[in-house]
């Protein structure tokens, strides 16, 4: 029911043959199934495999340059190949041009799973501009911290915490 058949061969003198099976879509179950009769009429056992056909999970990739002067904005796209027959959806958060970009100009097709977008960047916080003002280190502090790689919180964040914490 799952499957599609191909290659057929039967050899009538033996009664014994060959095909393929073709499973377009998991997770799913087919049941493989041969049953015959023999010259005077007589029906044979019905002999089958239940075969369990797994979903594979999609590969994306993504398109589009990996430097910019701050202020610009890039294009970005992506498509996706999955073996399935199946559509897609976007995970929460995604797509996203990081601590450091905004996105815009998001197109999403669910059928294919490929989609583009545009991202705007700017430069990074300077230091003493954090160190200024204590209600910027505040708001900074909260999404900065879970967000940021260590690298990140190195160059971006590492502003006033020593002073805080003592
Ligand atoms: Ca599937
Ligand atoms: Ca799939």
Not at 56 to 80: F, I, M
Not at 148 to 159: A, E, I, P
């Amino acid at each position: 029911m799952n499957g599609t058949i191909s290659n057929e061969a039967f050899d009538s003198a033996s009664g014994a043959g060959s095909f393929d099976c073709t499973f377009p879509d998991g997770d799913a179950t087919s049941d493989v199934a041969i049953q015959l009769e023999d010259s005077d009429g007589a029906d044979s056992n019905l002999a089958s495999k239940t075969v369990s056909i797994a979903n594979v999970a999609p590969t994306v990739t993504l398109v589009g340059p990996t430097a910019a002067n701050e202020g610009e904005t890039k294009s970005y796209s992506y498509t996706v190949v999955d073996p399935g027959v199946d559509t897609f959806r976007l995970l929460t958060g995604y797509p996203t041009c990081g601590l450091n970009g905004t996105i815009s100009n998001e197109v999403f097709d669910s059928a294919s799973g490929a989609g583009s977008f545009d991202c705007t960047f700017r430069m990074a916080t300077p230091h003493r501009m954090l160190r200024s003002s204590s209600k910027t280190r505040t708001e900074r502090q909260q999404p900065g911290q879970q967000d940021c790689d260590h690298r990140q919180c190195r160059s971006d964040g590492n502003t006033g915490w020593p002073d805080r914490r003592q």
